[in-house]
Nanobody, 115 residues
Framework: QVQLVESGGGLVQPGGSLRLSCVGSGTSFSFASMGWYRQGPGKQRELVATITLSGRTNVVDSVKGRFTISRGSAKNTVYLQMNSLKPEDTAVYYC?????????WGQGTQVTVSS
């Protein structure tokens, strides 16, 4: 059974930085693509960034230049480096992948940007 586990969330002041991590398990195969989504208070879940196995990235405009997605050296590991955080970045951040015809989500990690 594929599982995704996120870590790294927390409380940070505006302008600060956080690094989220996601580790996937449950398969000997590498995920072709992994991504980060977020869901703010009273909002729908939205895409933040994705990265393919070859390293091709897609980052949404609202965080471009501030957030960087990367894959770790360990299989099925992905990171989200978040800099210059703003209060509107406050959300639960979810790791995501698709494998063998199914979509998998992590449990989410809370990021709160507040002074």
């Amino acid at each position: 059974q594929v599982q995704l586990v996120e870590s790294g969330g927390g409380l940070v002041q505006p302008g600060g930085s956080l690094r989220l991590s996601c580790v996937g398990s449950g398969t000997s195969f590498s995920f072709a693509s992994m991504g980060w989504y977020r869901q703010g208070p009273g909002k729908q879940r939205e895409l933040v960034a994705t990265i393919t196995l070859s390293g091709r990235t897609n980052v949404v405009d609202s965080v471009k230049g501030r957030f960087t997605i990367s894959r770790g050296s360990a299989k099925n590991t992905v990171y989200l480096q978040m800099n210059s955080l703003k209060p509107e970045d406050t959300a639960v951040y979810y790791c995501n992948t698709q494998f063998s015809g199914r979509v998998y989500w992590g449990q989410g990690t809370q990021v709160t940007v507040s002074s």
